[in-house]
Structure formats: structure tokens, C-alpha cells
């Protein structure tokens, strides 16, 4: 039989006074930081110094991660870019994957591929996206429509229309070729082979004589610029005129020559009897 005579704990006391706060500790070092970017690479397990990597106050036990190969390096000698080291450490890419599966396409001609049209032209490559290769093909055919609906000119690449046809009526929109018919279109070969016919019509046409003199006097001036034979008993030559001025070139001569910007005088031992002059083409 167990009987209750008494306790060991007296009435609960009074609440003591809180005690005075202590002084701050001092700040102690900061942990390790992590860092990313590209300044640090490589994979020496030595230490190197980079002193591109940015940073002035590296830590030992910091870590920096090459965001480019994704390694990572540790501070082993602590300071600014110019003295902190940093050694590899690892990297935190896996070793690269089996190639999967090629993908199919259900319907290709439902496809609806996006692209940008090229920057420049220039030709389609083998292993080249989908993407790339449009655009290049969206650039050529936009020279080639622009050119196809362009007329050219002198100074302007175009679209030339081809005919050997003699119904041409409009000048400057066909390539014509050597055997255009159409001499009333203006600069078409067929036009430039008639003015030619044209000026050789007066060919062996006496234009000046000279009668019993020892010299010989004959004034060009009168005559359009163009090309002449002269013709006498002691000499022949072919006159050239032109911007007015002659140039002479002597076939047979017996005397003498003096040429000048709009003259011609011959000088012969023996009297001169007749001089013709033939003009062969004039403009």
C-alpha cells in the first residue's frame, strides 16, 4: 500500500529580469560564389590566371561555369582577375546521345514550311534547313520576276523581247537579230544597212575639176565631212575629212603635197590637166 506524503517542488517563483544584449559579432567571410560567363575555358587541372574572366575579388573554393562548354572551375589561389587561379574541375554536360529516330512526314504536300527571303543571291546547298533553302529560292525568283517585267535600257538590266520580224513598230523593245526585215524602225541593223545604201548612191560623182595649171588649188570646205578619192594625171589619193580638219593618204604621187585644215594644193613639174575628185561616203 503506496501513500502520498509530500512533493519536491516548492510554489513557482516570481519571473526573473531579461538580461542585457551583447555586442554584434564581427563579419565573418563570405562563402563560396558562383560565377557565369565565358572568360574562364580550357581543361588544365593546373592553375591558370585569367584575367578576362571579370573577376576582382575571387575566393578560394569559388566556382565558375562556362555558359559556352559548360565546364566548371575552381579558385585555388585567391584575388583579382590578374592574380586569382582557377583549375577545371569537370563539366556538367553528359556524353552525347544516340541519334533518335528520323522523323516521318504524313502528308508533305500539306506542309506549310515558314522562312525569311535571303539577304543575297546565291545558290542552294546540300544539308541546308528548309527554312534557308526557301528563302534563297524566294530571293531568286524575285530578281528573275523583276527582271522578266523590266524593260531593259542602256543603263537598266531588263527583259528583252527576240523577233526577226518585219512587223516590229516599236523601237528599243526587241533584240533584233541579222536578219530583221524592218529598216523604219530606227537603229535596227535593217535601218543602219539603208543609210549606208543611201550614201553610197553618190559614188563616181565628179564634184570638182581643175583645167591647164602647173598648181592646183582644192577647197574641202564646201564638202560634208566623209571620205574622197582625188584623182589627177600625176596623183591619186583617199582625203579623209572630219571635224574640220583632212588627213591624206597618198596612192601615187609626182610633186609636191601641202595639206591644211581646209585645203589641198598640188604642185607638179609638168601641167596638170584635169583633177576630179570622187566622193565615196559623206555624213
Given at each position: 500500500?503506496?501513500?502520498?506524503?509530500?512533493?519536491?517542488?516548492?510554489?513557482?517563483?516570481?519571473?526573473?529580469?531579461?538580461?542585457?544584449?551583447?555586442?554584434?559579432?564581427?563579419?565573418?567571410?563570405?562563402?563560396?560564389?558562383?560565377?557565369?560567363?565565358?572568360?574562364?575555358?580550357?581543361?588544365?587541372?593546373?592553375?591558370?590566371?585569367?584575367?578576362?574572366?571579370?573577376?576582382?575579388?575571387?575566393?578560394?573554393?569559388?566556382?565558375?561555369?562556362?555558359?559556352?562548354?559548360?565546364?566548371?572551375?575552381?579558385?585555388?589561389?585567391?584575388?583579382?582577375?590578374?592574380?586569382?587561379?582557377?583549375?577545371?574541375?569537370?563539366?556538367?554536360?553528359?556524353?552525347?546521345?544516340?541519334?533518335?529516330?528520323?522523323?516521318?512526314?504524313?502528308?508533305?504536300?500539306?506542309?506549310?514550311?515558314?522562312y525569311e527571303e535571303a539577304s543575297k543571291l546565291e545558290n542552294i546547298k546540300s544539308g541546308e534547313t528548309v527554312a534557308i533553302a526557301f528563302g534563297k529560292l524566294r530571293k531568286a525568283l524575285a530578281i528573275f520576276?523583276?527582271?522578266?517585267?523590266?524593260?531593259?535600257?542602256?543603263?537598266?538590266?531588263?527583259?528583252?523581247?527576240?523577233?526577226?520580224?518585219?512587223?516590229?513598230?516599236?523601237?528599243?523593245?526587241?533584240?533584233?537579230?541579222?536578219?530583221?526585215?524592218?529598216?523604219?524602225?530606227?537603229?535596227?541593223?535593217?535601218?543602219?544597212?539603208?543609210?549606208?545604201?543611201?550614201?553610197?548612191?553618190?559614188?563616181?560623182?565628179?564634184?570638182?575639176?581643175?583645167?591647164?595649171?602647173?598648181?592646183?588649188?582644192?577647197?574641202?570646205?564646201?564638202?560634208?565631212?566623209?571620205?574622197?578619192?582625188?584623182?589627177?594625171?600625176?596623183?591619186?589619193?583617199?582625203?579623209?575629212?572630219?571635224?574640220?580638219?583632212?588627213?591624206?593618204?597618198?596612192?601615187?604621187?609626182?610633186?609636191?603635197?601641202?595639206?591644211?585644215?581646209?585645203?589641198?594644193?598640188?604642185?607638179?613639174?609638168?601641167?596638170?590637166?584635169?583633177?576630179?575628185?570622187?566622193?565615196?561616203?559623206?555624213?
Amino acid at each position: 500500500m503506496k501513500v502520498l506524503i509530500g512533493n519536491f517542488k516548492g510554489p513557482q517563483g516570481e519571473q526573473g529580469i531579461e538580461g542585457q544584449k551583447g555586442d554584434t559579432g564581427a563579419i565573418g567571410p563570405r562563402g563560396s560564389r558562383w560565377t557565369s560567363g565565358t572568360g574562364i575555358t580550357g581543361t588544365s587541372t593546373v592553375g591558370i590566371v585569367f584575367i578576362t574572366s571579370g573577376i576582382t575579388d575571387a575566393h578560394i573554393q569559388d566556382y565558375y561555369i562556362n555558359t559556352n562548354t559548360g565546364n566548371l572551375y575552381e579558385c585555388i589561389v585567391p584575388g583579382t582577375a590578374d592574380i586569382a587561379e582557377w583549375v577545371y574541375i569537370g563539366n556538367f554536360k553528359g556524353p552525347t546521345g544516340a541519334t533518335g529516330p528520323a522523323g516521318s512526314i504524313s502528308d508533305i504536300n500539306k506542309q506549310k514550311p515558314t522562312y525569311e527571303e535571303a539577304s543575297k543571291l546565291e545558290n542552294i546547298k546540300s544539308g541546308e534547313t528548309v527554312a534557308i533553302a526557301f528563302g534563297k529560292l524566294r530571293k531568286a525568283l524575285a530578281i528573275f520576276i523583276t527582271h522578266y517585267m523590266q524593260k531593259a535600257t542602256t543603263s537598266i538590266l531588263g527583259h528583252v523581247k527576240l523577233s526577226n520580224s518585219a512587223a516590229i513598230t516599236k523601237a528599243g523593245e526587241y533584240a533584233l537579230d541579222a536578219i530583221e526585215k524592218n529598216a523604219s524602225v530606227e537603229g535596227t541593223l535593217a535601218n543602219l544597212i539603208s543609210q549606208q545604201n543611201s550614201d553610197l548612191l553618190n559614188k563616181i560623182e565628179v564634184v570638182y575639176s581643175g583645167l591647164d595649171s602647173a598648181e592646183s588649188e582644192i577647197n574641202f570646205s564646201p564638202f560634208p565631212f566623209g571620205m574622197y578619192i582625188v584623182i589627177s594625171y600625176r596623183f591619186t589619193a583617199i582625203i579623209w575629212r572630219w571635224s574640220n580638219s583632212l588627213r591624206c593618204k597618198i596612192i601615187e604621187k609626182e610633186g609636191s603635197i601641202e595639206l591644211t585644215t581646209n585645203k589641198l594644193v598640188l604642185e607638179f613639174n609638168q601641167t596638170v590637166t584635169y583633177i576630179c575628185i570622187i566622193q565615196c561616203w559623206h555624213r
